[in-house]
Protein backbone atom coordinates (compact mmCIF):
# COMPACT_ATOMS: atom_id res chain seq x y z
CA UNK A 1 0.00 0.00 0.00
CA UNK A 2 1.25 3.47 -0.38
CA UNK A 3 1.09 6.46 2.19
CA UNK A 4 0.99 9.79 2.96
CA UNK A 5 4.13 10.05 5.10
CA UNK A 6 2.24 12.48 7.24
CA UNK A 7 -1.33 11.82 7.27
CA UNK A 8 -1.27 8.15 7.53
CA UNK A 9 -2.09 7.29 11.01
CA UNK A 10 0.38 5.21 13.02
CA UNK A 11 -0.79 1.84 12.80
CA UNK A 12 -0.56 2.46 8.86
CA UNK A 13 2.74 3.54 9.07
CA UNK A 14 3.85 0.27 11.23
CA UNK A 15 2.01 -1.92 8.55
CA UNK A 16 3.91 0.21 5.66
CA UNK A 17 7.18 -0.26 7.74
CA UNK A 18 6.66 -4.34 8.33
CA UNK A 19 5.87 -4.44 4.45
CA UNK A 20 8.91 -2.19 3.16
CA UNK A 21 6.97 -0.38 1.97
CA UNK A 22 8.68 3.38 3.45
CA UNK A 23 11.53 3.11 6.10
CA UNK A 24 11.33 5.29 9.53
CA UNK A 25 13.72 7.48 8.17
CA UNK A 26 11.33 8.31 5.22
CA UNK A 27 8.34 9.08 7.80
CA UNK A 28 11.02 10.71 10.77
CA UNK A 29 12.22 13.26 7.86
CA UNK A 30 8.81 13.90 6.82
CA UNK A 31 7.21 15.20 10.40
CA UNK A 32 10.73 16.79 10.78
CA UNK A 33 9.64 19.06 7.28
CA UNK A 34 6.30 19.11 8.16
CA UNK A 35 7.53 20.96 11.43
CA UNK A 36 9.87 23.09 9.98
CA UNK A 37 6.89 24.33 7.54
CA UNK A 38 3.84 24.73 9.90
CA UNK A 39 5.05 25.32 13.54
CA UNK A 40 6.52 28.56 12.97
CA UNK A 41 2.46 29.06 12.88
CA UNK A 42 1.21 26.49 15.28
CA UNK A 43 4.22 26.87 17.90
CA UNK A 44 3.38 23.18 19.34
CA UNK A 45 7.08 22.40 20.12
CA UNK A 46 9.12 23.75 22.36
CA UNK A 47 12.43 21.35 21.59
CA UNK A 48 12.84 19.74 18.09
CA UNK A 49 15.69 17.04 17.95
CA UNK A 50 16.23 16.28 14.28
CA UNK A 51 19.57 14.90 14.79
CA UNK A 52 18.17 12.81 17.30
CA UNK A 53 15.30 10.75 16.02
CA UNK A 54 17.11 10.66 12.95
CA UNK A 55 19.45 8.16 14.08
CA UNK A 56 17.09 6.80 16.30
CA UNK A 57 15.03 5.89 12.96
CA UNK A 58 18.42 4.63 11.20
CA UNK A 59 18.62 2.18 14.38
CA UNK A 60 14.64 1.11 13.86
CA UNK A 61 15.42 0.67 9.69
CA UNK A 62 18.42 -1.41 10.79
CA UNK A 63 15.89 -3.40 13.55
CA UNK A 64 13.49 -3.86 10.44
CA UNK A 65 15.90 -5.34 7.85
CA UNK A 66 17.45 -7.65 10.18
CA UNK A 67 13.73 -9.21 10.96
CA UNK A 68 13.67 -7.65 14.87
CA UNK A 69 11.35 -4.84 15.37
CA UNK A 70 11.09 -4.33 19.00
CA UNK A 71 7.17 -3.24 18.62
CA UNK A 72 4.36 -3.18 16.19
CA UNK A 73 5.09 0.61 16.31
CA UNK A 74 8.84 0.10 16.06
CA UNK A 75 9.95 3.22 13.54
CA UNK A 76 6.63 5.33 14.22
CA UNK A 77 8.06 8.85 15.28
CA UNK A 78 6.22 10.25 18.58
CA UNK A 79 6.31 13.21 19.97
CA UNK A 80 6.49 14.18 23.59
CA UNK A 81 4.87 16.28 26.57
CA UNK A 82 7.43 19.01 27.88
CA UNK A 83 6.64 18.02 31.51
CA UNK A 84 8.36 14.37 30.85
CA UNK A 85 11.94 14.21 31.72
CA UNK A 86 13.96 13.40 29.08
CA UNK A 87 17.89 12.79 28.92
CA UNK A 88 19.90 15.43 26.89
CA UNK A 89 16.52 16.72 25.65
CA UNK A 90 15.52 20.03 27.89
CA UNK A 91 12.62 19.39 30.16
CA UNK A 92 11.31 23.03 30.96
CA UNK A 93 7.34 22.09 31.37
CA UNK A 94 7.00 25.43 29.99
CA UNK A 95 8.46 27.41 32.73
CA UNK A 96 11.24 30.48 32.82
CA UNK A 97 12.18 28.29 36.01
CA UNK A 98 13.25 25.65 34.44
CA UNK A 99 14.57 27.13 31.03
CA UNK A 100 17.30 24.93 29.36
CA UNK A 101 17.45 21.97 32.64
CA UNK A 102 18.55 18.99 31.13
CA UNK A 103 17.97 16.08 32.89
CA UNK A 104 20.10 13.08 34.33
CA UNK A 105 17.52 10.22 33.55
CA UNK A 106 14.06 9.24 31.23
CA UNK A 107 10.47 9.27 32.42
CA UNK A 108 9.83 5.59 32.21
CA UNK A 109 7.21 6.14 29.63
CA UNK A 110 9.90 7.62 27.44
CA UNK A 111 12.31 5.08 28.67
CA UNK A 112 9.74 2.67 27.29
CA UNK A 113 8.82 4.70 23.98
CA UNK A 114 12.70 4.56 23.18
CA UNK A 115 12.84 0.28 24.02
CA UNK A 116 10.01 -0.41 21.54
CA UNK A 117 11.59 1.59 18.81
CA UNK A 118 9.60 5.06 18.63
CA UNK A 119 12.00 8.00 17.28
CA UNK A 120 10.90 11.32 19.48
CA UNK A 121 10.96 14.25 17.56
CA UNK A 122 11.25 17.30 20.50
CA UNK A 123 9.11 18.35 23.33
CA UNK A 124 6.04 19.99 23.22
CA UNK A 125 4.63 23.21 24.28
CA UNK A 126 2.18 23.39 27.46
CA UNK A 127 0.87 25.97 29.84
CA UNK A 128 3.33 26.34 32.54
CA UNK A 129 4.02 23.00 34.98
CA UNK A 130 0.40 21.78 33.42
CA UNK A 131 -1.59 24.87 35.00
CA UNK A 132 -4.12 26.08 32.50
CA UNK A 133 -7.00 25.09 29.85
CA UNK A 134 -5.62 26.65 26.44
CA UNK A 135 -1.34 26.51 26.33
CA UNK A 136 -1.46 30.35 26.83
CA UNK A 137 0.26 30.03 29.90
CA UNK A 138 3.18 28.83 28.56
CA UNK A 139 6.54 31.08 29.46
CA UNK A 140 7.50 30.52 25.70
CA UNK A 141 4.57 31.50 23.97
CA UNK A 142 1.08 30.19 23.49
CA UNK A 143 0.23 27.22 21.05
CA UNK A 144 -2.31 28.15 18.00
CA UNK A 145 -4.93 25.59 17.24
CA UNK A 146 -5.16 24.05 13.83
CA UNK A 147 -8.17 24.39 12.85
CA UNK A 148 -8.31 28.55 13.33
CA UNK A 149 -4.96 30.04 14.58
CA UNK A 150 -7.07 32.85 16.58
CA UNK A 151 -8.01 29.77 18.77
CA UNK A 152 -6.72 27.68 21.36
CA UNK A 153 -5.72 24.22 21.09
CA UNK A 154 -6.86 23.33 24.66
CA UNK A 155 -4.50 23.09 28.16
CA UNK A 156 -2.40 22.17 28.93
CA UNK A 157 -1.37 20.07 26.55
CA UNK A 158 -1.99 21.83 23.98
CA UNK A 159 1.35 21.03 22.09
CA UNK A 160 0.97 17.60 22.23
CA UNK A 161 -2.51 17.93 20.53
CA UNK A 162 -1.63 20.46 17.78
CA UNK A 163 1.06 18.60 16.84
CA UNK A 164 -1.05 15.67 16.00
CA UNK A 165 -3.66 17.79 14.87
CA UNK A 166 -1.62 19.45 11.80
CA UNK A 167 0.27 16.39 10.74
CA UNK A 168 3.63 17.14 12.47
CA UNK A 169 3.45 13.87 14.51
CA UNK A 170 1.74 10.68 14.25
CA UNK A 171 1.29 10.30 17.84
CA UNK A 172 2.35 12.13 21.41
CA UNK A 173 2.35 12.02 24.66
CA UNK A 174 0.35 14.36 27.06
CA UNK A 175 -0.53 14.34 30.62
CA UNK A 176 -4.08 14.56 32.68
CA UNK A 177 -4.75 16.07 35.51
CA UNK A 178 -7.92 17.49 35.31
CA UNK A 179 -8.73 16.98 31.82
CA UNK A 180 -5.52 18.11 29.67
CA UNK A 181 -5.95 15.24 27.39
CA UNK A 182 -8.98 14.82 26.96
CA UNK A 183 -9.65 18.95 25.96
CA UNK A 184 -7.56 19.24 23.72
CA UNK A 185 -8.05 16.59 21.94
CA UNK A 186 -11.75 17.90 22.02
CA UNK A 187 -10.75 21.27 20.78
CA UNK A 188 -8.36 19.99 17.96
CA UNK A 189 -10.34 16.78 16.43
CA UNK A 190 -8.17 14.51 18.10
CA UNK A 191 -7.98 11.38 20.34
CA UNK A 192 -6.79 12.21 24.05
CA UNK A 193 -6.89 8.92 26.67
CA UNK A 194 -6.79 9.53 29.74
CA UNK A 195 -5.95 5.61 31.26
CA UNK A 196 -7.22 4.58 34.98
CA UNK A 197 -4.23 6.14 37.89
CA UNK A 198 -2.02 4.21 38.57
CA UNK A 199 -1.73 2.35 34.85
CA UNK A 200 0.98 4.31 33.33
CA UNK A 201 3.65 5.45 35.20
CA UNK A 202 4.37 9.08 36.47
CA UNK A 203 8.25 8.33 37.30
CA UNK A 204 9.87 11.07 35.50
CA UNK A 205 6.71 13.28 35.45
CA UNK A 206 7.13 16.60 36.67
CA UNK A 207 4.41 16.86 39.25
CA UNK A 208 1.75 19.16 39.49
CA UNK A 209 -0.38 17.11 41.54
CA UNK A 210 0.71 13.53 42.50
CA UNK A 211 -3.01 12.14 43.46
CA UNK A 212 -4.46 13.51 39.91
CA UNK A 213 -1.67 13.66 37.02
CA UNK A 214 -1.80 10.59 34.48
CA UNK A 215 0.54 10.15 31.41
CA UNK A 216 -1.63 9.45 28.12
CA UNK A 217 -1.58 8.99 24.68
CA UNK A 218 -2.94 11.95 21.85
CA UNK A 219 -3.29 10.42 18.61
CA UNK A 220 -5.27 10.26 15.60
CA UNK A 221 -7.52 7.39 16.04
CA UNK A 222 -8.77 5.25 18.57
CA UNK A 223 -6.53 2.15 17.51
CA UNK A 224 -3.44 4.23 17.60
CA UNK A 225 -3.97 5.50 21.23
CA UNK A 226 -4.73 1.86 22.13
CA UNK A 227 -1.43 1.06 20.35
CA UNK A 228 0.88 3.66 21.98
CA UNK A 229 -0.77 2.74 25.53
CA UNK A 230 -0.28 -0.46 25.82
CA UNK A 231 3.89 0.57 24.76
CA UNK A 232 3.60 3.13 27.58
CA UNK A 233 1.83 1.29 30.20
CA UNK A 234 1.97 -1.40 32.76
CA UNK A 235 3.26 -1.68 36.05
CA UNK A 236 6.98 0.07 37.17
CA UNK A 237 8.34 -0.42 40.73
CA UNK A 238 9.73 2.67 40.40
CA UNK A 239 6.68 4.12 40.88
CA UNK A 240 5.09 4.19 43.95
CA UNK A 241 1.36 4.39 42.59
CA UNK A 242 1.70 2.32 39.93
CA UNK A 243 -0.66 -0.51 40.22
CA UNK A 244 0.77 -4.24 39.82
CA UNK A 245 -1.72 -5.77 37.25
CA UNK A 246 -1.31 -6.59 33.43
CA UNK A 247 -3.09 -4.16 31.23
CA UNK A 248 -6.21 -5.43 29.72
CA UNK A 249 -6.50 -6.13 25.83
CA UNK A 250 -6.37 -2.44 24.51
CA UNK A 251 -5.84 -2.94 20.86
CA UNK A 252 -7.88 -6.32 20.72
CA UNK A 253 -10.89 -3.87 22.13
CA UNK A 254 -10.39 -1.37 19.71
CA UNK A 255 -10.46 -3.58 17.04
CA UNK A 256 -13.63 -5.40 18.20
CA UNK A 257 -15.27 -1.83 19.18
CA UNK A 258 -14.41 -0.77 15.05
CA UNK A 259 -16.71 -3.65 13.97
CA UNK A 260 -19.18 -1.75 15.27
CA UNK A 261 -21.52 -4.20 17.54
CA UNK A 262 -22.12 -2.85 20.67
CA UNK A 263 -24.88 -5.71 22.12
CA UNK A 264 -24.96 -5.99 25.07
CA UNK A 265 -23.68 -2.89 26.18
CA UNK A 266 -25.14 -0.57 28.73
CA UNK A 267 -24.24 3.25 28.20
CA UNK A 268 -24.97 5.68 30.58
CA UNK A 269 -25.78 9.88 29.92
CA UNK A 270 -24.68 11.83 33.21
CA UNK A 271 -26.98 13.96 34.02
CA UNK A 272 -24.78 16.46 35.68
CA UNK A 273 -22.50 16.61 32.58
CA UNK A 274 -24.79 18.65 30.14
CA UNK A 275 -27.57 21.00 29.94
CA UNK A 276 -26.70 24.69 30.89
CA UNK A 277 -23.53 26.23 30.02
CA UNK A 278 -22.76 23.36 27.46
CA UNK A 279 -22.94 25.00 23.75
CA UNK A 280 -25.89 24.13 21.69
CA UNK A 281 -23.45 22.74 18.79
CA UNK A 282 -21.25 20.81 21.22
CA UNK A 283 -24.78 19.43 22.74
CA UNK A 284 -25.86 18.83 19.15
CA UNK A 285 -23.19 16.62 18.15
CA UNK A 286 -22.99 14.64 21.32
CA UNK A 287 -27.09 13.77 21.23
CA UNK A 288 -25.94 12.39 17.02
CA UNK A 289 -23.25 10.20 18.69
CA UNK A 290 -25.52 8.56 21.56
CA UNK A 291 -27.80 7.78 18.88
CA UNK A 292 -25.18 6.13 16.64
CA UNK A 293 -24.26 4.25 19.85
CA UNK A 294 -28.06 2.83 20.45
CA UNK A 295 -27.75 2.22 16.62
CA UNK A 296 -24.75 -0.10 17.05
CA UNK A 297 -26.75 -1.97 19.47
CA UNK A 298 -25.76 -0.68 22.80
CA UNK A 299 -28.80 -0.02 25.65
CA UNK A 300 -28.63 4.36 26.72
CA UNK A 301 -29.96 4.75 30.15
CA UNK A 302 -29.71 8.19 32.12
CA UNK A 303 -27.79 7.90 35.31
CA UNK A 304 -27.53 11.08 37.64
CA UNK A 305 -24.68 11.45 39.34
CA UNK A 306 -25.38 14.22 42.09
CA UNK A 307 -21.96 15.12 43.43
CA UNK A 308 -20.26 15.76 40.29
CA UNK A 309 -21.44 19.31 40.37
CA UNK A 310 -19.06 20.06 43.21
CA UNK A 311 -15.97 18.37 41.46
CA UNK A 312 -14.66 21.63 39.73
CA UNK A 313 -14.70 23.28 43.16
CA UNK A 314 -13.37 20.29 44.89
CA UNK A 315 -10.65 19.96 42.04
CA UNK A 316 -9.60 23.58 42.60
CA UNK A 317 -8.82 23.39 45.88
CA UNK A 318 -6.92 19.62 46.08
CA UNK A 319 -4.64 20.42 42.51
CA UNK A 320 -3.84 23.60 44.56
CA UNK A 321 -2.45 22.33 47.90
CA UNK A 322 -0.88 19.37 45.76
CA UNK A 323 1.12 21.81 43.14
CA UNK A 324 1.94 24.01 46.32
CA UNK A 325 3.94 21.35 47.89
CA UNK A 326 5.46 20.16 44.62
CA UNK A 327 6.68 22.78 43.67
CA UNK A 328 8.10 24.01 46.70
CA UNK A 329 11.02 22.49 45.44
CA UNK A 330 12.28 25.47 43.15
CA UNK A 331 14.25 27.16 45.42
CA UNK A 332 17.09 28.33 43.17
CA UNK A 333 19.42 26.11 45.45
CA UNK A 334 19.59 22.87 44.02
CA UNK A 335 18.92 22.96 40.05
CA UNK A 336 17.12 25.51 36.99
CA UNK A 337 17.16 29.62 37.36
CA UNK A 338 18.84 31.44 40.17
CA UNK A 339 18.06 35.19 40.25
CA UNK A 340 19.73 37.46 43.03
CA UNK A 341 17.82 40.30 44.22
CA UNK A 342 18.85 43.77 42.79
CA UNK A 343 20.38 46.11 45.63
CA UNK A 344 21.31 43.68 48.03
CA UNK A 345 24.95 42.84 48.68
CA UNK A 346 24.97 39.55 50.52
CA UNK A 347 21.40 38.07 49.49
CA UNK A 348 20.12 35.25 52.41
CA UNK A 349 18.96 32.05 50.73
CA UNK A 350 15.02 33.15 51.45
CA UNK A 351 15.81 36.87 49.69
CA UNK A 352 17.37 34.74 46.68
CA UNK A 353 14.58 32.12 46.73
CA UNK A 354 11.76 34.89 46.74
CA UNK A 355 13.69 37.19 43.51
CA UNK A 356 13.75 33.63 41.95
CA UNK A 357 10.26 32.48 42.04
CA UNK A 358 9.02 36.03 41.97
CA UNK A 359 10.96 36.25 38.18
CA UNK A 360 10.87 32.19 37.06
CA UNK A 361 7.02 32.04 37.83
CA UNK A 362 4.24 32.97 35.91
CA UNK A 363 0.64 34.64 36.77
CA UNK A 364 -1.12 31.47 36.83
CA UNK A 365 1.85 29.48 39.01
CA UNK A 366 1.62 32.23 41.03
CA UNK A 367 -2.52 32.50 41.60
CA UNK A 368 -2.57 28.56 42.43
CA UNK A 369 0.50 28.52 44.79
CA UNK A 370 -1.10 30.94 46.70
CA UNK A 371 -4.20 29.10 47.20
CA UNK A 372 -2.93 26.33 47.78
CA UNK A 373 -0.62 27.61 50.50
CA UNK A 374 -4.09 29.37 52.30
CA UNK A 375 -5.75 26.30 52.35
CA UNK A 376 -3.21 24.36 53.70
CA UNK A 377 -2.22 26.74 56.09
CA UNK A 378 -2.55 26.39 60.21
CA UNK A 379 -6.62 26.87 61.03
CA UNK A 380 -7.77 26.57 56.86
CA UNK A 381 -6.22 22.68 56.67
CA UNK A 382 -9.46 21.00 57.44
CA UNK A 383 -11.77 23.64 56.44
CA UNK A 384 -10.75 23.45 52.84
CA UNK A 385 -8.27 20.37 51.95
CA UNK A 386 -10.03 18.35 54.45
CA UNK A 387 -13.35 19.05 53.04
CA UNK A 388 -12.11 18.59 49.94
CA UNK A 389 -11.28 15.49 49.92
CA UNK A 390 -14.50 14.36 52.16
CA UNK A 391 -16.44 15.67 48.72
CA UNK A 392 -13.79 13.48 46.27
CA UNK A 393 -14.67 10.68 48.28
CA UNK A 394 -18.45 11.34 47.38
CA UNK A 395 -17.83 11.56 43.50
CA UNK A 396 -15.76 8.46 43.58
CA UNK A 397 -19.06 6.73 45.30
CA UNK A 398 -20.96 7.97 42.63
CA UNK A 399 -18.59 6.56 39.82
CA UNK A 400 -19.47 3.57 41.80
CA UNK A 401 -22.85 3.37 41.99
CA UNK A 402 -23.05 4.62 38.33
CA UNK A 403 -21.07 1.62 37.36
CA UNK A 404 -23.22 -0.81 38.70
CA UNK A 405 -25.98 0.19 36.43
CA UNK A 406 -23.86 0.87 33.53
CA UNK A 407 -20.92 -0.31 31.79
CA UNK A 408 -19.66 3.08 30.57
CA UNK A 409 -20.63 6.64 31.79
CA UNK A 410 -20.75 9.52 28.32
CA UNK A 411 -20.24 13.13 28.05
CA UNK A 412 -19.32 15.97 25.46
CA UNK A 413 -15.74 16.18 27.01
CA UNK A 414 -15.86 20.00 26.82
CA UNK A 415 -18.86 22.40 27.44
CA UNK A 416 -17.69 24.45 24.37
CA UNK A 417 -15.54 24.94 21.31
CA UNK A 418 -11.86 26.58 21.25
CA UNK A 419 -12.67 29.81 22.75
CA UNK A 420 -10.36 32.75 21.13
CA UNK A 421 -6.64 33.45 22.11
CA UNK A 422 -7.06 35.67 25.21
CA UNK A 423 -10.47 35.68 25.41
CA UNK A 424 -10.10 34.00 29.13
CA UNK A 425 -6.67 35.43 30.17
CA UNK A 426 -8.40 37.72 32.51
CA UNK A 427 -10.64 35.70 33.61
CA UNK A 428 -9.23 32.23 35.82
CA UNK A 429 -12.89 31.19 36.79
CA UNK A 430 -14.05 31.12 33.17
CA UNK A 431 -10.51 29.46 31.92
CA UNK A 432 -11.34 27.10 34.92
CA UNK A 433 -15.24 25.94 33.24
CA UNK A 434 -13.78 24.14 30.64
CA UNK A 435 -12.78 21.23 32.62
CA UNK A 436 -16.29 21.19 34.28
CA UNK A 437 -16.80 17.51 32.36
CA UNK A 438 -13.19 16.08 32.77
CA UNK A 439 -12.54 16.76 36.23
CA UNK A 440 -14.57 13.95 38.30
CA UNK A 441 -12.38 11.21 36.43
CA UNK A 442 -9.05 12.33 37.84
CA UNK A 443 -10.85 13.03 41.13
CA UNK A 444 -12.12 9.05 40.86
CA UNK A 445 -8.95 7.46 39.07
CA UNK A 446 -11.32 6.38 36.27
CA UNK A 447 -10.00 6.34 32.84
CA UNK A 448 -11.52 8.37 30.28
CA UNK A 449 -11.50 8.87 26.41
CA UNK A 450 -12.10 12.09 24.07
CA UNK A 451 -13.04 11.05 20.58
CA UNK A 452 -13.89 13.56 17.84
CA UNK A 453 -17.78 13.88 17.63
CA UNK A 454 -18.17 16.45 14.73
CA UNK A 455 -18.07 20.32 13.92
CA UNK A 456 -20.20 22.78 16.13
CA UNK A 457 -22.59 24.62 13.67
CA UNK A 458 -22.26 27.48 14.66
CA UNK A 459 -18.36 27.94 14.47
CA UNK A 460 -17.23 24.71 11.98
CA UNK A 461 -15.35 23.94 15.27
CA UNK A 462 -14.28 20.00 16.62
CA UNK A 463 -16.38 18.97 19.43
CA UNK A 464 -15.60 15.91 21.44
CA UNK A 465 -17.10 12.92 22.91
CA UNK A 466 -15.89 11.32 25.95
CA UNK A 467 -15.98 7.95 27.60
CA UNK A 468 -15.41 6.83 31.20
CA UNK A 469 -14.99 3.38 32.70
CA UNK A 470 -14.09 1.81 36.17
CA UNK A 471 -10.65 1.62 37.21
CA UNK A 472 -8.96 -0.81 35.30
CA UNK A 473 -11.44 -1.33 32.89
CA UNK A 474 -9.26 1.02 29.74
CA UNK A 475 -11.06 -1.74 27.40
CA UNK A 476 -14.28 -0.43 27.38
CA UNK A 477 -13.18 2.69 26.60
CA UNK A 478 -11.35 1.69 23.42
CA UNK A 479 -14.22 -0.64 22.64
CA UNK A 480 -16.75 1.82 22.73
CA UNK A 481 -14.76 5.03 21.06
CA UNK A 482 -13.73 2.56 18.16
CA UNK A 483 -16.85 1.86 17.62
CA UNK A 484 -18.25 5.65 17.49
CA UNK A 485 -14.94 6.81 15.64
CA UNK A 486 -16.30 4.68 12.31
CA UNK A 487 -19.84 4.79 12.59
CA UNK A 488 -18.91 9.00 12.12
CA UNK A 489 -16.23 8.37 9.81
CA UNK A 490 -18.86 6.47 7.80
CA UNK A 491 -21.18 8.91 7.81
CA UNK A 492 -18.41 11.82 7.33
CA UNK A 493 -16.97 10.00 4.66
CA UNK A 494 -13.63 10.14 6.33
CA UNK A 495 -11.11 10.98 9.19
CA UNK A 496 -12.45 14.71 10.81
CA UNK A 497 -9.13 15.59 10.47
CA UNK A 498 -9.09 15.35 6.62
CA UNK A 499 -12.13 18.52 6.99
CA UNK A 500 -9.41 20.78 8.56
CA UNK A 501 -7.70 23.80 7.14
CA UNK A 502 -3.96 22.62 5.81
CA UNK A 503 -1.46 24.85 7.18
CA UNK A 504 1.61 24.17 4.62
CA UNK A 505 0.46 26.88 1.57
CA UNK A 506 0.05 29.32 4.92
CA UNK A 507 3.31 28.60 5.88
CA UNK A 508 4.80 29.42 2.34
Not at 139 to 152: K, M
Not at 373 to 383: F, I, K, M, N
Not at 391 to 403: G, K, P, Y
Not at 464 to 484: I, K, M, N, S, T
Amino acid sequence: MSIDLTRASADEMARALAAGETTSVELTRAALDAIAAVDGLVHAYLHVDAEGALAQAAESDARRAAGTPASALDGVPVAVKDVLATTGLPTTCGSKILEGWLPPYDATVVTRLKAAGLPILGKTNMDEFAMGSSTEHSAYGPTHNPWDLERIPGGSGGGSAAAVASFQAPLALGTDTGGSIRQPGAVTGTVGVKPTYGGVSRYGLVAMANSLDQVGPVTRTVLDAALLHEIIGGHDPLDSTSVDQPLPPLVEAARQGAAGDLSGLKVGVVTELSGEGYQPGVLARFNESVELLVQAGAEVVEVSCPNFVHALATYYLVMPCEASSNLAKFDAMRYGLRVLPEGVESPSAEEVMRATRDAGFGDEVKRRIILGTYALSSGYYDAYYGTAQRVRTLISRDFEAAFEKVDVLVSPTSPTTAFKLGEKLDDPLAMYLNDLATIPANLAGVPGISVPSGLADEDGLPTGFQVLAPALADDRLYRVGAALEAALEKQWGGPLLDKAPTLEGAAR
